[in-house]
């Protein structure tokens, strides 16, 4: 694991949404399925962002604009520099994962590291059961992705969710839970792995439980602020657990009490 950040160009720069960009970066810090690095602009910050491709030449980084470090990326295009530290934190689990059928559910820019996960899934079929996507945003303009998209819905079992739609086109509406309770889902051999605002995980876990798949089965990708990235500071920490360290992703089982104690605070 390194603290020194090193520079990185940008290749490309795609817009997606008013409001979300896609940079592609080259650098050889790419992290797995799960794991995030910081990015950092000199003179401005750093922030942990995901990579939603999974390949060892470039970074795909799907970026909101929230906030200092996201908005002078914003205005960044490509031949531009950035620094990168990383790879940090724990992915998912492919001794738990692989030779499951896997329930991929993730809305917004919660989508980078299941869509990650989904590359490295393209690259190594053979090692996965049944795979059923689906992921959510507020409406049409808001389809993060979606090149991306048609691809996956010609390989897998997806479903686009969108919270608002009045158009002709063919999309499931209403919030991604909400469309998740009404598929058929097989719970033998199944799990699943949910990104996305914690109560769209919460609700969305709760049709997983109600179907059979049990919290140790069921994997959430959890956001917190974050400062060294590497489990000193200890400003990301949930309870005892460090996002940045023991996470970002955890079985539901093990964060599952540290969050409500958390909210009962
Ligand atoms: C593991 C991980 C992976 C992530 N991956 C992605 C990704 O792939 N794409 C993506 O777009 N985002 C991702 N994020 C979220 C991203 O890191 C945050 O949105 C980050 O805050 C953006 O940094 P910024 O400097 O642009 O915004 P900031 O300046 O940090 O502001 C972001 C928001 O936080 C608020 N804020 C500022 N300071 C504080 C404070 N002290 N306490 C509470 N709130 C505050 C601001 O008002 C604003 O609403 C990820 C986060 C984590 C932890
Ligand atoms: S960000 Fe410092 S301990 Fe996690």
Do not use: H
Request: net charge positive.
């Amino acid at each position: 694991m390194t603290y020194e950040p090193s520079e990185a160009k940008i290749i490309s720069v795609k817009k997606y949404a008013e409001d979300v960009k896609l940079f592609k970066v080259k650098t050889k810090i790419n992290p797995l399925p799960g794991q995030f690095f910081q990015l950092s602009i000199l003179g401005i910050g750093e922030c942990p962002l995901a990579s939603c491709s999974y390949n060892k030449k470039y970074a795909d980084v799907l970026v909101k604009n929230s906030g200092s470090v996201t908005n002078t990326l914003f205005n960044l295009k490509k031949g531009d520099g950035v620094f990168i530290r990383g790879p940090y934190g724990r992915g998912y689990n492919f001794k738990e994962i692989e030779g499951k059928n896997l329930v991929l559910a993730a809305g917004g820019t919660g989508i980078a590291p299941v869509a990650s996960l989904i590359d490295y899934i393209e690259q190594n079929r053979k090692n996965f059961g049944e795979i059923k996507i689906l992921f959510g945003f507020k409406d049409e303009s808001f389809i993060l992705l979606g090149d991306r998209i048609e691809r996956w819905k010609k390989k897998f079992d997806f479903t686009l969710c969108l919270d608002k739609y009045a158009g002709k086109l063919k999309y499931e509406v209403g919030l991604l839970p909400d469309i998740l309770k009404k598929k058929k889902i097989n719970s033998e051999n199944t799990c699943g792995v949910l990104c996305g605002p914690e109560i769209m995980m919460k609700s969305a876990t709760a049709k997983l439980n109600s179907v059979g798949i049990k919290n140790d089965k069921i994997y959430w990708n959890m956001e917190r602020r974050m400062e060294c990235a590497a489990g000193s500071c200890g400003r990301c920490l949930i309870q005892d657990l460090y996002t940045c360290k023991d996470g970002p992703v955890f079985r539901y089982d093990i964060i599952k009490e540290k969050l409500e104690n958390e909210s009962a605070k």
